[in-house]
């Protein structure tokens, strides 16, 4: 069975999420080949501005369109038709690396929170992520969505407060901690991010915990800093826990196209970066950074924030991701 041969399960608001991404991309991509019989060079061009205009970002457009004209070079009288199904499984393939090895994308959703999970190894007691990124990307509202869904799957979650140089981050977490019914460690404001983070794990290898969460400053200006703080931060917890944390999940905002990139960079040189969570996609048309962000750094996307509602925070699917792009839901279904 091929990666778009099934029906694609109905996801309402991942459509909506994307909407604007989709609008830009699929509409322009569907104008330039409306009337074609035949894909000829003004119709690839088209194709390539499409993409660049949905921030998929020069280097993995070209890669795309490498790809695409190979294709349609092997295949020979490719249809306009065809040509977006080329689009798609191309995509797709690029993003492999977000996809666990011989797991299918639909196996890989539908466990995420369970037992069997492939996003959380649950063998490992507790699982603990390490959430980096900057300030105002999504990051706290990202971790109290996560603990929210383990705790609605029935998982025992603690939250680590450990951006203790901001207030409001601490206040915000506190928030979603209550709001999803888990515990949060918590220290004054200033307090060494590293000892809140020992607290965390020491405290929930004692209770039991299933998942740790530990939330980290989000600052860029001093890399190094950066650097010597979040391994002062893995280096306590390990004190605990061993292989501690299983996890160092970097969030970036979708909806700063280009810029999320570059911040990806940046945090690849001052922590080893496991796996990505991407917000926002549902405030512009830069969706497509998220094909650039996973071709680019060959990091797993595990989730995507497409709304404000906890649930609009998804388990990344490429395929659904994909066929989202360029399904013909229509602007009557986003109103």
Not at 260 to 289: C, H, N, P, R, Y
Request: overall charge neutral.
């Amino acid at each position: 069975m091929g990666l778009f041969s099934r029906k694609k399960k109905t996801d309402t608001s991942l459509d909506l999420g994307l909407h604007k991404t989709r609008r830009g991309l699929f509409a322009r991509i569907a104008d330039a080949i409306m009337g074609k019989t035949t894909i000829d060079d003004h119709v690839l061009e088209s194709i390539e501005e499409a993409l660049i205009s949905a921030d998929v970002g020069l280097d993995t457009t070209a890669a795309i369109m490498e790809r695409l004209q190979a294709r349609v070079k092997k295949e020979k009288d490719v249809s306009t038709d065809k040509v977006m199904d080329i689009l798609k499984e191309e995509i797709a393939d690029m993003l492999t690396c977000s996809s666990f090895t011989g797991v299918s994308d639909e196996v890989y959703v539908d466990t995420a929170f369970k037992a069997d999970s492939k996003v959380f190894d649950f063998s490992k007691k507790p699982y603990i992520i390490m959430v980096v990124g900057v300030n105002g990307v999504g990051k706290t509202t990202t971790i109290g969505k996560i603990a929210s869904q383990l705790r609605a799957a029935g998982k025992k979650v603690m939250i680590g407060a450990a951006d203790t140089f901001r207030a409001a981050a601490v206040e915000q977490l506190d928030i979603w901690a209550q709001r999803a019914g888990v515990e949060i460690v918590k220290q004054k404001m200033g307090a060494d991010p590293a000892a809140v983070a020992f607290d965390t794990v020491n405290s929930a290898v004692a209770k039991g915990m299933d998942v740790v969460i530990i939330d980290t400053a989000g600052r860029l200006h001093n890399k190094v800093g950066l650097m010597n703080e979040l391994t002062k931060i893995k280096n306590v917890m390990k004190k605990v826990v061993e292989d501690a944390p299983h996890d160092v999940m970097l969030v970036l905002d979708g909806s700063t196209g280009q810029n999320a990139m570059m911040q990806a960079k940046e945090f690849s040189k001052a922590t080893q970066i496991s796996s990505l969570a991407i917000t926002k996609l549902d405030g512009s048309a830069k969706g497509g950074v998220v094909i650039g962000i996973a071709e680019q750094f060959k990091v797993p996307v595990k989730f995507i924030g497409v709304g404000e509602q906890v649930g609009d925070l998804k388990v990344f699917s490429r395929e659904d991701f994909v066929e989202s792009l360029f399904s013909k839901t229509s602007d009557k279904e986003v109103q």
